[in-house]
């Protein structure tokens, strides 16, 4: 076992630090490939079942063949989490295309690869889930052609977080064509309004996430109101509460969007309500 991060590609285990993947894979040449993310409990993957799920759907969205049942999958995510030395990991399971690399079209690429990345976990501090977090809104290039999917090509999300860390905010919040409201740069979006939880429709393409899903769950247990509904720009500007939700930081409060204070500028008391929930129902 080691401290260090570990690689598994195609089901051998190596150094982080010890490149093994062609340069002629699609993944590396064009982000021709899919991706999960997640994180540890007690030791154990998060939800395995429902990211590998996802990650399926991703690749029949690409078509992408999958290279091996998800079931082997899953068992090389967990000898990989294991090899680790950490009491809890960071986890990134990818699928590629394979290689192809004289073409642009992917017709005919060869066997997907497969490649799962485990280091120790890196757990935001308890300062952020006090002081919340602030975003700044952008519109989101999407593409009909893998709404839903997770693709590896995150440039354009990592670069409107950049975008707003250089207008001084921590995160971005991506709007569509027409200011709606989508999610946020790595998260799902709730705002709350009177008591009641509402977030953007799936319908509009974008990804349907987990820990959005089991955050929706978390809510109706303890008697909160949750829907699904179109929201504008200036609907978020009203909210009395907005949060995000992601595997590994899990609920977040948002406390000024577009310098515009949210409440109070602090996590409301239903973020912390939902927060608590989700809490006890991962087990943390």
């Known amino acids: 076992m080691t401290g260090a991060g570990l690689v598994s590609i195609d089901g051998v285990l190596g ?16 982000g021709d490939a899919v991706f999960e993310a997640l994180r ?18 991703s690749c029949a969205i690409l078509g992408i063949e999958l290279p091996v049942p998800l079931d082997v999958l899953a068992d090389e995510v967990r000898a990989t989490i294991a090899a680790v030395r950490s009491s809890e990991r960071y986890v990134r399971v990818m699928i590629t295309r394979g290689d ?21 976990l890196g757990t935001p501090s308890a300062a952020l889930y006090e002081r ?19 693709p590896a090509a995150y440039l354009a ?16 919040l991506l709007l569509g064509a ?13 705002v709350v309004r009177a008591g009641e939880l509402l977030t953007p429709p799936l319908s509009l393409g974008i990804l349907p996430g987990i820990t959005r899903d089991r955050v929706w769950s978390a809510a109706l247990r303890v008697g909160l109101s949750v829907r699904e509904r179109l929201l504008s720009i200036q609907d ?49």
Do not use: W
Request: charged share 20%.
């Open 15 to 30: 150094a982080l630090d010890a490149p093994r993947l062609p340069v002629t894979d699609r993944g590396f040449l064009y």
């Open 40 to 57: 540890t409990y007690g030791g154990e993957p998060d939800a395995l079942d429902l990211h590998l799920g996802r990650l399926a759907r």
């Open 100 to 120: 192809l690399p004289d073409a642009l079209p992917p017709a005919g690429a060869g066997r997907a690869r497969r490649v799962v990345i485990a280091r120790p």
């Open 132 to 150: 919340g977090v602030t975003l700044r809104s952008c519109v989101a290039p999407t593409s009909a052609l893998y709404g839903g999917a997770k």
């Open 157 to 172: 999300n990592m670069l409107a977080i950049a975008a707003a860390q250089r207008e001084g905010a921590d995160d971005a």
């Open 178 to 190: 027409h200011g709606e409201v989508l999610e946020g740069a790595t998260s799902s979006l709730f």
């Open 236 to 284: 978020a500007y009203r909210a009395d509460e907005l949060f995000l939700t992601s595997s590994v930081r899990q609920v977040v409060g948002v406390t000024t969007l577009d310098g515009l204070r949210l409440g109070t500028g602090k996590p409301g008391p239903v973020t912390r309500q939902v927060a608590a929930a989700y809490r006890a129902q991962v087990g943390t």
